[in-house]
């Protein structure tokens, strides 16, 4: 199972950038994903999640801003970044909890990181 998220890059702020996180491989269900991310000299946090039945739940300092979505069809979930901020500048990785096809075993993978920076 892999995660390839896209989408990052440099933006001025106030600008957009929208991310995407496609799932391949043995899956059998996807209950959680979502996404975090790690700025400069600081833990990784999370950003916002979404359920499979759509539920979701996002971190304070990018409410009203940042809208998450999945395709479960595509095993895709995607974020769409609003009213990008200089703290926003960041690595984002995506993360899902994933229900292999082959062992019906339930893991928790992540996507390699992609590079947001937002200049003020």
């Known amino acids: 199972v892999q995660l390839q998220a896209s989408g990052g890059g440099s933006v001025q702020a106030g600008g957009s950038l929208r991310l995407s996180c496609a799932a391949s491989?043995?899956?059998?269900?996807?209950?959680?994903m979502g996404w975090y991310r790690q700025r400069p000299g600081q833990q990784r946090e999370v950003v916002s999640v979404?359920?499979?039945?759509?539920?979701?739940n996002y971190a304070d300092a990018v409410k009203g801003r940042f809208t998450i979505s999945r395709d479960n069809a595509k095993n895709t979930v995607y974020l769409q970044m609003n009213s990008l901020q200089a703290e926003d500048t960041a690595v984002y990785y995506c993360?899902?909890?994933?229900?292999?096809?082959?062992?019906?075993?339930?893991?928790?993978?992540w996507g390699q990181g992609t590079l947001v920076t937002v200049s003020s």
């Open positions: 993360y899902a909890n994933i229900r292999r096809s082959d062992t019906l075993a339930s893991f928790g993978h």
């Open positions: 491989g043995s899956i059998s269900s996807i209950y959680a």
């Open positions: 979404i359920l499979n039945d759509g539920r979701t």
